[in-house]
Nanobody, 126 residues
Framework: QVQLVESGGGSVQAGGSLTVSCEASGLMHSMYCVAWFRQAPGKEREAVAGIDSQSSTSYDDSVKGRFTISSDSAKTTVYLQMNSLKPEDTAMYYC????????????????????WGQGTQVIVSS
């Protein structure tokens, strides 16, 4: 059974940094894809970064150069390091996963992922 648990959200001023984590169980001994989505009030959920079991990573243009996705050596936790945060990064951040590789998660929809965490709120104030 796959379970995803996010943590690490919070409030920060513009220009600051936060790291959100996704602890995954039941997934890491197979080929997998983990994506970070975010959803701001009144907006659609969008994929911002992804990583797969072969360590391929991808980023939406809106976060490229500011966000870094990575996994720990045991590949049980996926991190999203967020630097130079902007007010427009304010959203609920969700970890999503499925079996199979993903070279590029940009443009993928929430319907392409079977497993989801509960979300963690990130608020960036100006």
């Amino acid at each position: 059974q796959v379970q995803l648990v996010e943590s690490g959200g919070g409030s920060v001023q513009a220009g600051g940094s936060l790291t959100v984590s996704c602890e995954a169980s039941g997934l890491m001994h197979s080929m997998y894809c983990v994506a970070w989505f975010r959803q701001a009030p009144g907006k659609e959920r969008e994929a911002v970064a992804g990583i797969d079991s072969q360590s391929s990573t991808s980023y939406d243009d809106s976060v490229k150069g500011r966000f870094t996705i990575s996994s720990d050596s045991a590949k049980t936790t996926v991190y999203l390091q967020m630097n130079s945060l902007k007010p427009e990064d304010t959203a609920m951040y969700y970890c999503a996963a499925d079996f199979g590789l993903c070279a590029n998660v940009v443009g993928s929809t929430q319907y392409e992922y079977t497993y989801w965490g509960q979300g963690t709120q990130v608020i960036v104030s100006s």
